[in-house]
Nanobody, 116 residues
Framework: QVQLVESGGGSVQAGGSLRLSCATT????????MGWYRQTPGNQRELVASIISSGGDTTYADSVKGRFTISRDNARSTLSLEMNNLKPEDTAVYYC?????????WGQGTQVIVSS
């Protein structure tokens, strides 16, 4: 069974940067489009970035475009999210999963807190 383990979150001031990582175990990571999602209390998870299996194309939500960069290492079955110029509204728990349909079991997520 696939397991997703997110890491790299933390507390930063507005304008700061963080790099999130997602380690996966199990099936055929390199075959799938992957994404980073985030969730705030009382709200549904939203997809903020996705990357196709080859890594050759990426998409971003308007709210993070130009600030976040998604990447992947298929040899290591890992997914990354470089987050720059962070804003307080980026505060959330961040998760990785398949995209656009998050069909794998969710990991525990990693908390990002951005203070103004």
């Amino acid at each position: 069974q696939v397991q997703l383990v997110e890491s790299g979150g933390g507390s930063v001031q507005a304008g700061g940067s963080l790099r999130l990582s997602c380690a996966t175990t199990g099936h055929f990571f390199s075959a799938y489009t992957m994404g980073w999602y985030r969730q705030t209390p009382g709200n549904q998870r939203e997809l903020v970035a996705s990357i196709i299996s080859s890594g050759g194309d990426t998409t971003y939500a308007d709210s993070v475009k130009g600030r976040f960069t998604i990447s992947r290492d298929n040899a290591r079955s890992t997914l990354s999210l470089e987050m720059n110029n962070l804003k307080p509204e980026d505060t959330a728990v961040y998760y990785c999963n398949l995209a656009p349909r998050s069909l794998w079991p969710w990991g525990q997520g990693t908390q990002v807190i951005v203070s103004s």
